[in-house]
């Protein structure tokens, strides 16, 4: 899977990217990320990509014309045609099924914004797909970017560095219960015991039992996962 990352600040990503995991899966060719930094794509002689907003307001925003010729010159670098993804906090709230179907396509480009964003027009010239990663502000669409190529590339089958398929037990498109809780040794630690009922090989009670525990634990802190579906 290739993913271009369109970026003013490319270097956000060399520490993310060199993690064994990540880099294993790129050392196989399961995995290609390459990053544009979008300066190179300004017109004028001072690498200007971003400029005051008509109308007034505070901030600067991403220029048309250097975004737009980024994401286009990127897009004909590789015959596969990128799916285009701009992060934003106004986008389709990034859930397991859209990382799901995210992980079925061979290209993916990444749009990373910064300041008060783009110029509308990039949206109506382009027409991304536009994904945010939660409800709250960041800085820039790096990080949102790196959460999206790591939520996806653990589905890629022999990314993972187990031979597990990946953990889909909560949030999948099939398991809404969050996950119960796990102990490994020592069975004792400051007075806190291992629930006898893991410890006595009964599997069909211990089944029963986490099921009951994941049930409770939704209720308890994401009530608003048991509401439909
Ligand atoms: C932001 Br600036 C900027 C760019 C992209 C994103 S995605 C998110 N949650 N916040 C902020």
Redesign the pocket.
Same mark, same amino acid.
């Given at each position: 899977m290739r993913f271009d990352v369109l970026t003013l600040f490319p270097d956000i990503f060399n520490g993310y990217l060199s993690q064994s995991l990540l880099n294993k899966a790129i050392n196989n060719q399961l995995v290609e990320v390459h990053l544009h930094n979008v300066r190179d794509w300004s017109a004028d002689k001072h690498h200007r990509v971003d400029d005051r907003p008509y109308g007034g307001g505070p901030g600067m925003i991403l220029m048309v014309e250097p975004m737009v010729d980024a994401i286009e010159s990127v897009q004909s670098r590789d015959d596969e045609t990128a799916e285009v993804i701009?992060?934003?906090?106004t986008?389709e709230p990034l859930k397991q099924p859209l990382v799901e179907e995210l992980a079925t396509m061979k290209r993916l480009m990444l749009v990373?914004?910064?300041? #008060?964003?783009f110029d509308q027009r990039v949206f109506d010239v382009v027409r991304p797909r536009e994904?945010?990663?939660?409800?709250?502000?960041?800085?820039?669409? #790096?990080?949102?970017a790196m959460t999206i190529i790591d939520a996806v590339i653990r589905l890629i089958p022999g990314v993972l560095g187990d031979e597990d398929s990946p953990r889909q037990d909560s949030f999948s498109t099939s398991n809404r219960l969050l996950e119960f809780p796990q102990y490994t040794r020592p069975r004792s630690f400051r007075g806190l015991d291992v629930p006898e009922v893991l410890l006595n090989g009964n599997h069909a009670e211990i089944d029963n039992w986490r099921r009951t525990q994941s049930l409770q634990r939704t209720q308890d802190r994401r009530r608003d996962l048991l509401g439909e579906g």
């Open positions: 701009v992060l934003t906090p986008g990373c914004g910064r300041y #008060e964003g994904i945010s990663v939660g409800d709250y502000i960041l800085n820039g669409g #790096e990080v949102a």
